[in-house]
Structures are given as structure tokens and as C-alpha cells.
């Protein structure tokens, strides 16, 4: 494996494939299950026709917020609906700056042009967000409002930082990511390296997608049912039935994961040894 | 699905996609199982970092040997060993020409360096060759003879056709490439049509991949157990079993079946309504 052959946009690439192959990742779409409308095959088209977008971001040819709608924007060039929304508010940033340090000058440098576009590529996808929130992007005031205070896109991510998780990365400076690729490198390499990480994520985070879909509650048990399989009092498998069951996805952890699998890799982890 | 949207490098990369994740494909990597050193991630790597080549042979910036040389090199990215020579084989004429036909205007128009590119890239590979073939891959000599005789890459899979189900594709007009095709456009939409194309193909040909490494006897055997899968006198998951034990992976037709997806969305087929 020639990692240094491969470009930015490639690793991010490989990331969002690798991540969605891995198994078993309870609730979510991998190797072994789809959502009856969002499939695998959908996960790798977004992560095939998403190049050209990433490529801009890697020549710095374009604003953040324009390139996640992009990104996102080629999401409708397949049928099944939104994949990778999430990942995409990390790997813009983290592809145009490199890594996590470029990443975060990146995100200090936007503007309220690229809330704007942000706000944008939320009304092309059904993603999930609080209703009762001031900024609701299903609120056609919302952009007025932004456009009145000023406000950056990072201004936006700190408002939604306290119930967003790939939000608050952010404004902690891409922390998790931190935390979860260093997971990856404490974990050796390959697919069971990503499994434990993303396992390791849904034990010891509450994720923010699972809490706006089905409550604190919910997202609290999925969490120490992850805790329980860590310390192999409950199997993997069965606790992806479970969430399945429930159609309980927690998809903000696979955003962390598909962002720390980029950062590893860029910083010489390998999958395929 | 907006097809219109996709180039024909995408169209190719998607066609890669899709083939490997469709299951059962008896003996061949999909989604339920891997080859020890070759996983499901390695073929897609594969199809997200051969890009750059296929974007070159869109803008016919190269010649088909050196081209399908360089999507060889690829492969060298990972770990896995060669996932498509095959493919490659077909799917560069296919982008450069857009259609069969163009295809089969590039393919004629080869000369001796196309060959001796492509014999470099087989010495890339461990692909299999009759080792009694005087124009055998390890003979140093081979390059030599090519030369000497003018032969033309079309000359090289003329006379390879007889024992090498893709190179006949070169002599045919892509014969069975258009009927896969056919059969896909028949079989309605998605990963379901896919399968029954590769069934189908499984059941009147014989894989010449499975010749070279296990015999006619093995090959025919595993073509009448095909035939047995389509009259429902036999589960596909058996068979996949029985191809597995025995290490028989019918790699020519999965080679047929991607150039056929090529094709068939060419001409309108969505993979995913």
C-alpha cells in the first residue's frame, strides 16, 4: 500500500468506503444490511461521485459552505436520498486544510456566505434537525436572519454545537476525530480496527442524530448497550438487530468515523495490511 | 437517478461498483465473502483510484495499451493484487469510444506499442496464462517476437480469443458484452437484474478463468451447475459454497458482466430505482 501516491480527495474517498464496508456497525448500512431505501451501493456511488468536489477542496478552488452543497448536491445524482451530509461538514474542511490543524483555520476563516450555502444544502436533503430551533433550516426567515447577524458558518456550527456532535467539531477542535483516529492507531490496522473504533465511539458518546430521532433516552440506551457489548456482555450482532429493529442509526458516529479514518490515514494508519 | 449527469469515467467506476457488491455471485468476491488476500474494500480501491486513467481515456489522452497498463498500476495502490486486469481490458476501449462501436474502432486502430504495453502490464499481475503459449507473458523473448511480427494488440487478442473469453470480446464486436447487456435491459432494474445477468451468462459459457486454473472438466462442471441454479434445481448460495471449497472464481464473466453495466447505463439501465 502506497498511501503517499494517494491525494487528499482520494483518502477521503477511501475513508467513506471503508467506513460503510465495515461490519458489524450496529444500526447502520454496512456489508450486511441496507435501509430499505438507502442501500450500500448508494453509500459508494456518494463516495465515487462525490470526486470532483473533493478535488476542489483540495486545490482550495471554492468556499466551504458552496462545497458542501456541492457535495451534497451530488447526492441527487442516485435515488437514495441523503449519505453523507454529515461527513461532508468534516472533510471539506479537513481536505482543504489537510489535516486537523488546517482544518481548523479553514473553519475560522468562513463567513456569512457560506452559512448561507450551508442552509442551502440542509433544504436538498431530509436531514433531521430540532424544530424548535431558532435557526430552523425548514424556516424560510432563517437565511434573513443569518444574513442580519452576521453570522459565519462557524457562528452556526457553535449554535448548534451543544446538540449536534459533528457540529461541535467544529469548535473543539475536531476533538472526537481526534480521539477516534487515535483508536484507529492504537487498534493496529485493517476492517476489525475500524469495527473497534466505531464500537468504542457508540459506548462512551451519546450520538446527536439518534437523540433528535428518538429522544435522550433512546440514544442513552443505545449507548450502554454498546458499553455492555465493549465488555462482551452482549454481542455485536445482536445489538445491531436491536437498533434495527427500532430504526435506530447512529449515523453522527459514523461522520466522527469516516473523519478520524481520513486523519489516520493521513497520518500513515493503513486498512488493508 | 439522473444519468445524464454521469461521464463515462463515472459510468465506469459505477459499473465496478456495482458488479463486486451484487450477491450471490458464486465464487466471486460480493458482498458475503472475501478471498483471503483480496477483500470486497480491495476491488472497491480499485474502482475509486483508477479515475485519473479512465478521465484520460474520456478525453482520449493515451493509447489503449499504455492506458490499460496504467489502470493496472493502479492496483499497486493497495495490497489486494489484481482485482481487474480484465475488466480494464474492456472497459478502456469502451470510455475511449464511448459505445461498442467506438470501441471497436479504437481496438482496431492498436498498433505494436499498444501490445508491448500490455504485455508490461501483465507482468504487473499474476494473471494466469497457458504456459504453452508462445506469446506466454513470462518468456522474455515474447516482447521480442511482437515486435518482430509488427503484431498489433488486436493481433495479441486474436490470438488469445480462442482460449480467453475477454480477449474474444476484442474479435467479436464485444458479442457478449452486448448480450450481457441485453440481458440486463430485460431483467428489469437494480441489483437483482445483475445477478441474473451473471447467472445467466454462469449457465451458457464456459469461463475460460476457470479453465486456465482448474481444466475444462472443472469449468463445464461449474457451467451446468449454473444451468441447475436457473431451473431452480439448485440453490445459488450452494453453488457459491461449492465454488468457495474449491477455490473456483469465475473471474471472466464477472469481467463480461462489468463492461455489460458499462453499457446497458449507456443506454438508459438505472441500477437503483
Redesign the interface.
Known amino acids: 500500500?502506497?498511501h503517499q501516491?494517494?491525494s487528499r480527495s482520494?483518502l477521503a474517498?477511501?475513508a467513506m468506503?471503508?467506513e460503510v464496508?465495515a461490519y458489524p456497525k450496529p444500526g447502520n448500512v454496512d456489508?450486511c444490511h441496507d435501509y430499505p431505501d438507502t442501500?450500500?451501493?448508494?453509500f459508494?456511488?456518494s463516495?465515487?461521485?462525490v470526486?470532483p468536489v473533493f478535488e476542489r477542496a483540495e486545490r482550495r478552488d471554492g468556499k466551504v459552505g458552496e462545497l458542501i452543497r456541492e457535495a451534497v448536491e451530488h447526492t441527487?445524482?442516485?435515488?437514495?436520498g441523503n449519505t453523507h451530509f454529515g461527513a461532508y461538514i468534516l472533510l471539506i474542511p479537513l481536505i482543504m486544510g489537510g489535516d486537523i490543524r488546517g482544518a481548523m483555520e479553514v473553519v475560522s476563516q468562513t463567513d456569512t456566505s457560506d452559512a448561507v450555502e450551508f442552509y442551502h444544502a440542509f433544504s436538498l436533503t431530509s436531514v433531521r434537525m430540532l424544530r424548535s430551533d431558532e435557526l430552523d433550516v425548514n424556516d424560510p426567515m432563517t437565511i434573513g436572519r443569518l444574513k442580519e447577524r452576521g453570522m459565519t458558518l462557524l457562528d452556526v456550527m457553535r449554535h448548534s454545537a451543544p446538540n449536534d456532535l459533528v457540529a461541535r467539531e467544529w469548535t473543539s477542535g475536531f476533538a472526537l476525530t481526534r480521539r477516534a483516529a487515535d483508536l484507529l492507531h492504537s487498534s493496529g490496522t485493517g476492517?476489525d480496527a475500524i469495527v473497534r473504533m466505531f464500537m468504542t465511539l457508540l459506548a462512551t458518546e451519546t450520538d446527536t442524530f439518534i437523540v433528535k430521532k428518538h429522544g435522550s433516552a433512546v440514544a442513552e440506551e443505545v449507548r450502554r448497550r454498546a458499553e455492555e457489548v465493549l465488555e462482551r456482555n452482549l454481542d455485536a450482532g445482536d445489538l445491531d438487530e436491536w437498533c434495527i429493529e427500532r430504526e435506530i442509526n447512529p449515523g453522527s458516529i459514523a461522520d466522527i468515523a469516516i473523519a478520524a479514518i481520513y486523519v489516520a490515514q493521513g497520518e500513515g494508519w493503513v486498512?488493508?495490511?
Not at 39 to 42: Q, T
Open positions: 500500500m502506497n501516491k494517494m482520494e474517498q477511501m468506503m471503508l464496508c456489508r442501500r450500500l451501493e448508494h459508494l456511488a463516495a465515487i461521485l470526486r441527487t445524482r442516485h435515488s437514495g476492517r486498512w488493508d495490511s
